[in-house]
């Protein structure tokens, strides 16, 4: 479903997002409270009224290859969390991302 950032909510699934990057850190590896080990790349991403961060994890990371801020793409089948009050839209294996 195509939403607006302004729509999210936690626990959402499958949510398509057409949006800006603003900004996209180094990749960093974190491990889970579990030892479960991942690499991920923060950002932020912005559609025509609201901000958002942006957090692409493991295999879909290789997606942002050629993806700057100021590009365009849409994200494909994410889903939101929630850490410490800030809402995240989460790129994960089943996701992909298309510049436009």
């Given amino acids: 479903m195509k939403m607006n950032l302004g729509e999210l909510r936690p626990g959402m699934e499958e949510v398509d ?7 996209l850190e180094e990749f960093r590896d ?3 409270h579990r030892g479960k080990k991942h690499t991920l ?3 932020m991403i912005r559609d025509e009224v609201t901000s958002r ?3 692409v994890w493991n295999e879909t990371i290789s997606e942002l290859d050629g993806v ?3 590009d365009k793409v849409k ?5 939101i969390s929630s ?7 989460n790129v994960g294996r089943d996701s992909r991302i298309e510049k436009l």
Avoid: M
């Fill in 75 to 79: 994200l494909i089948n994410c889903f």
């Fill in 68 to 70: 700057k801020p100021g």
């Fill in 53 to 55: 961060e942006l957090t």
């Fill in 83 to 89: 850490f410490k009050g800030v809402l995240s839209v």
């Fill in 41 to 43: 790349v923060d950002g």
């Fill in 17 to 23: 997002l057409e949006v800006t990057i603003v900004s």
């Fill in 30 to 32: 974190i491990e889970t």
